[in-house]
């Protein structure tokens, strides 16, 4: 059954941008907080982002802005906040005791239908809902910040999950206009934090043993890799960057395999290594709360403009 109406539970960062991405795709939200001043600031905040979005020209959807807010309602009450709804998504705060208690009182209240997602970054979905009754309607569905640019969602099922919930949970993002890719199996980090940590972990080894600066190090990144990235993956990179892939192995497995036994081990990400990351990007750009919005709003309307140019391009 197609989801119509959605419940969303936490009106923090990640709940606010569900709630704005469901309402683009004509869907009623329901959005449950504890505490009542959450939900109208969140509403308040929704309702700015909603209008400069419209100004500049990155409002999602079909509908107006006032329609996309009048799908969306709050409510402080659990139980009045999924009547009704065939898709829940939690968005509480990332701590497992938390949430499996939230899930617990989901369990006792919803029926068979009901699809209960987790947005949740690394708690694997056996901690969080081995035990529950409607364990076959559970998954996660882990969005990337910020979701409304960032149409990536991870669905990870747990062992127990019934296949029919990860296909509608996936119809349902593709629906919303959202890029779903769904794990076969969970596994810590999941996919996304995997290569990032791969990423990290290395350009940690790069600079601690002194091979490059911190801020070259982040060049290669945003003015190599990541331009292609944007667009292609790793594999599909491979393909390209010979006749096929098996040409691409042909070519470069031996190297590949002498590079990465070259690879050092897990770093510790303390100490000297991490004084000297941290002096270097802290010259650049100083930890204080308003230099570090002001780049983080740089970097959205980054990503808004990206994501425009990848519609242009239909990069997918
Ligand atoms: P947040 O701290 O901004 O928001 C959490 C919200 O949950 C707050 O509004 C809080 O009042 C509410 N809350 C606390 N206890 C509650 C309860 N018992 N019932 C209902 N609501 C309750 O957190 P954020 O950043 O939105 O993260 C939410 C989830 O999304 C976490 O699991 C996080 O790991 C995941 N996530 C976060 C990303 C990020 O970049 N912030 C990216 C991807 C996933």
């Not at 987790?118 to 882990?142: A, D, E, N, R, Y």
């Amino acid at each position: 059954m197609e989801p119509s109406q959605v419940a969303i539970i936490g009106s923090g960062l990640i709940g606010r941008s569900w709630a704005m991405v469901f309402a683009a795709g004509g869907l009623k939200v329901k959005l449950y907080d504890i505490a009542q001043e959450q939900l109208t600031s969140a509403l308040e905040n929704i309702r700015k982002q909603m209008k400069e979005l419209k100004e500049s020209g990155f409002l999602k959807g079909a509908l107006s802005v006032e329609q996309q807010l009048a799908l969306i309602s709050v409510c402080t009450d659990l139980k009045a906040a999924v009547e009704g709804a065939t898709f829940i998504q939690e968005c509480t705060p990332e701590n497992l005791e938390l949430k499996k208690k939230i899930f617990g009182q989901l369990d006792l209240i919803v029926g068979d239908n009901v699809i209960l997602s987790s947005s949740t970054s690394c708690l694997l979905p056996s901690k969080l809902f081995t035990g529950l009754k409607h364990v076959k309607q559970c998954i996660v569905s882990h969005p990337v910040n910020p979701p409304y640019f960032v149409p990536l969602v991870e669905i990870v099922p747990h062992p127990e999950t019934d296949p029919s919930t990860t296909e509608r949970t996936y119809a349902l993002m593709k629906k919303i206009g959202q890029s779903p890719v769904k794990l076969n199996r969970e596994i810590e980090g999941f996919v996304l934090n995997r290569l990032q940590y791969a990423v990290i972990s290395e350009a940690w080894r790069l600079v601690g043993e002194g091979v490059i600066s911190p801020t070259d190090l982040d060049l290669v990144m945003s003015d190599g890799l990541g331009m292609r990235y944007a667009f292609i993956g790793p594999l599909e990179t491979m393909h390209l960057n010979a006749e096929g892939i098996s040409n691409y192995c042909e070519r470069y497995r031996e190297g590949m395999k002498l590079v990465l036994n070259t690879f050092g081990p897990v770093p510790e990400f303390s100490g000297e290594i991490e004084q000297k990351i941290n002096q270097a990007m802290s010259e650049k750009i100083p930890s204080v709360p308003k230099v570090l919005d002001a780049r983080r709003k740089w970097r959205d309307d980054c990503l808004t403009g990206l994501a425009k140019l990848k519609k242009e391009m239909k990069s997918d």
